[in-house]
Antibody, heavy 118, light 109 residues
Framework: EVQLVESGGGLVKPGGSLRLSCVGS????????MNWVRQAPGKGLEWVSC????????FYADSMKGRFTISRDNAKNSLYLQMNSLRDEDTAVYYC???????????WGQGTLVTVSS | ETVMTQSPATLSVSPGERATLSCRAS??????LAWFQQRPGQAPRLLIY???TRATGIPARFSGSGSGTEFTLTISSLQSEDFAVYYC???????????FGQGTKLEIK
């Protein structure tokens, strides 16, 4: 069974940094592109970033470019999101998501909440 | 950037009836369109991809149609568990880019 488990969320002050993690299991982690998607409280879904299976390419939504860095460690079946210069508007639940059997996202983690507040 | 617009924002339908949700793209996305269901407190669940292909395990009462800029999700006979928020998403294969609509809340009438 495919499972994705995020961790690392919490309360951080504006301008601060946070690193999120996602561990994948039940499939060959190193073979799949991985994504981060976020959802602000009471709002819709927003794609954040993706990284290819071998880390050959990374892409970001425009509003995250230069502040967020996606990475992965295939030996640890882990995906990361380093978030710097955090703003109030980055407050959201952050999900890792996988396109395993579709070109979209057919597996999601349970999400981890990031709150940016002074 | 392709903007996805869903309508209506809220749809009130009685159990057992049919629900029709719409999604419009600001430019053609071909058939690179997915639909998600999100229940309160849960992660989104993929229902449809390729505009009309049901994801694994999705009941046949969910169907998708359309191509280019106009898409529809139809739920043929609403069950209690179908009342949720639905999102459409366009996906661009290269470079990878994903844009969601703002969502349609399907509520019990």
């Amino acid at each position: 069974e495919v499972q994705l488990v995020e961790s690392g969320g919490g309360l951080v002050k504006p301008g601060g940094s946070l690193r999120l993690s996602c561990v994948g299991s039940g499939y060959t982690f190193e073979s799949y592109t991985m994504n981060w998607v976020r959802q602000a409280p009471g709002k819709g879904l927003e794609w954040v970033s993706c990284i290819s299976s071998s880390s050959s390419y990374m892409f970001y939504a425009d509003s995250m470019k230069g502040r967020f860095t996606i990475s992965r460690d295939n030996a640890k079946n882990s995906l990361y999101l380093q978030m710097n210069s955090l703003r109030d508007e980055d407050t959201a639940v952050y999900y890792c998501a996988l396109g395993f059997d579709s070109p979209s996202f057919d597996y999601w983690g349970q999400g981890t909440l990031v709150t940016v507040s002074s | 950037e392709t903007v996805m617009t869903q309508s209506p924002a809220t749809l009130s339908v009685s159990p057992g009836e049919r629900a029709t949700l719409s999604c419009r793209a600001s430019q053609s996305v071909s058939s690179n369109l997915a639909w998600f269901q999100q229940r309160p407190g849960q992660a989104p669940r993929l229902l449809i991809y390729g505009a009309s292909t049901r994801a694994t395990g999705i009941p046949a009462r969910f169907s998708g149609s359309g191509s280019g800029t106009e898409f529809t999700l139809t739920i043929s006979s609403l069950q209690s568990e179908d009342f949720a928020v639905y999102y459409c998403q366009q996906y661009n294969k290269w470079p990878p880019m994903y844009t969601f609509g703002q969502g349609t809340k399907l509520e019990i009438k």
